[in-house]
């Protein structure tokens, strides 16, 4: 059976850091896509960061890139969301997701999903 742990998400203030973790089981990790997504109140679950199982290569949206950094250990089944300088506006519940590639994550429903972290960041 396949599970996505999320964990790590808190209340923070506005310009700080926080590291989301996904715990996986139940799939080969490692020939995995991992990704992560968010969504806020009254809004779409919209993506934020994906790395590839072949060679752990990364995609992040325009809206985080420089400030998320996806990370994937697969000696551990766990993906890590690095998030700094955090804004009000990234106040959303963080969701990790896995797919057979990051194109079918991107384009498909075809994936797994955790139940999400709350991150709420005060301004």
């Known amino acids: 059976q396949v599970q996505l742990v999320e964990s790590g998400g808190v209340l923070v203030q506005s310009g700080g850091s926080l590291r989301l973790s996904c715990a996986a089981s139940g799939f080969t990790f490692s020939r995995y896509a991992m990704g992560w997504f968010r969504q806020a109140p009254g809004k779409e679950r919209e993506f934020l960061a994906a790395?590839?199982?072949?060679?752990?290569?990364?995609y992040y949206a325009d809206s985080v890139k420089g400030r998320f950094t996806i990370t994937r250990v697969n000696a551990k089944n766990t993906v890590y969301l690095r998030m700094n300088n955090l804004k009000p506006e990234d106040t959303a519940v963080y969701y990790c997701?896995?797919?057979?590639?990051?194109?079918?994550?991107?384009?498909?429903?075809?994936?797994?999903w955790g139940q999400g972290t709350q991150v709420t960041v005060s301004s």
């Open positions: 997701a896995a797919s057979v590639s990051t194109q079918t994550m991107l384009q498909s429903d075809n994936k797994y």
């Open positions: 790395t590839r199982w072949s060679d752990s290569s990364t």
